[in-house]
């Protein structure tokens, strides 16, 4: 493993930081990096049990796959905690460092441990999808933020539609230091409504979120760092059977296909 410049910046700040927002691009290989640093930290004893949080396609094959990818990551112990409750209770009794769920079972998971939660150490992998302060997911790991040493969040996409998406990400970072302890806050200092209801940042809000969390995320585009080649075009013309060829005309028409 050769990390580019970018890359060893951003292992830095997770191996310095306890709470620390990745926002990089597709492509500028956030997995790797957080094993790396999560590797790292896990043989210094600073972190002592892992989870990552993750949709689940992801939790299920790209972290362990990603492992396997790497000399200096294949030592990983993993355990998937997935499948049915009986399932998931087999895999967190599992000798391992690293634990994988998929967010749609952070629920359970709170529920099940509550005040005795275990893992010192979080990853939440596509964090945008706690963008929502009133989502259960987002509620359930707040009640155990407390118990958490070191979080990592790690997202492309931080704020799909606004600046608004912001706050309920950096919370479970930070809690609440930066961006206020509460969603209606934020609002009421950042926004305004407007006559058709919706929440337009005030003037000079963006810089001023910018700078509230500037040391607690590291935003990265690929166009910034990666080297591509040009792009080349190639048109393929598929010719269709009459049957697709009339349900593509009905898609065209309505912009919806059963």
Not at 73 to 93: K, T, Y
Not at 128 to 154: N, Q
Not at 160 to 167: A, F, H, M, R, S
Not at 195 to 213: C, F, K, T
């Amino acid at each position: 493993f050769d990390p580019h410049d970018y890359q060893v910046h951003a292992i830095d700040r997770l191996m310095r930081n306890s709470a620390q927002g990745l926002f990089l691009d597709v492509g500028l290989g956030k997995t790797a990096v957080t094993l790396t640093a999560t590797s790292d930290l896990l043989s210094l004893g600073v972190a002592r049990k892992v989870l990552v949080i993750a949709p689940l396609r992801v939790a299920r094959y790209v972290w362990t796959d990603e492992a396997e990818k790497w000399d200096h990551l294949r030592h990983l112990r993993f355990s998937r905690v997935m499948g049915s409750p009986e399932d998931r209770v087999r895999a967190l009794h599992r000798d391992a460092e690293i634990y994988l769920i998929n967010r749609d079972n952070i629920v359970w998971l709170a529920r099940h441990f509550r005040r005795n939660w275990p893992f010192d150490y979080v990853v939440i992998d596509e964090l945008s999808a706690f963008r929502s302060p009133s989502a259960k997911r987002f509620r359930a790991l707040r009640a155990v933020r407390p118990y958490i040493d070191r979080i990592v969040g790690l997202t492309a996409t931080p704020a799909p539609n606004g600046l608004i998406d912001l706050w309920g990400q950096v919370y479970l970072l930070d809690g609440g230091e930066r961006l206020g302890k509460s969603f209606t806050g934020y609002l009421n200092r950042y926004f305004v409504r407007t006559e058709s209801g919706i929440w337009a940042p005030r003037p000079g809000a963006e810089e001023s979120i910018y700078r509230s969390i500037d040391d607690l995320c590291v935003s990265m585009r690929a166009s910034d760092w990666l080297k591509m080649p040009d792009l080349i075009n190639r048109t393929h013309y598929v010719p269709l059977s009459n049957e697709a060829m009339s349900a593509y005309r009905n898609l065209e028409d309505e912009m919806l296909l059963p």
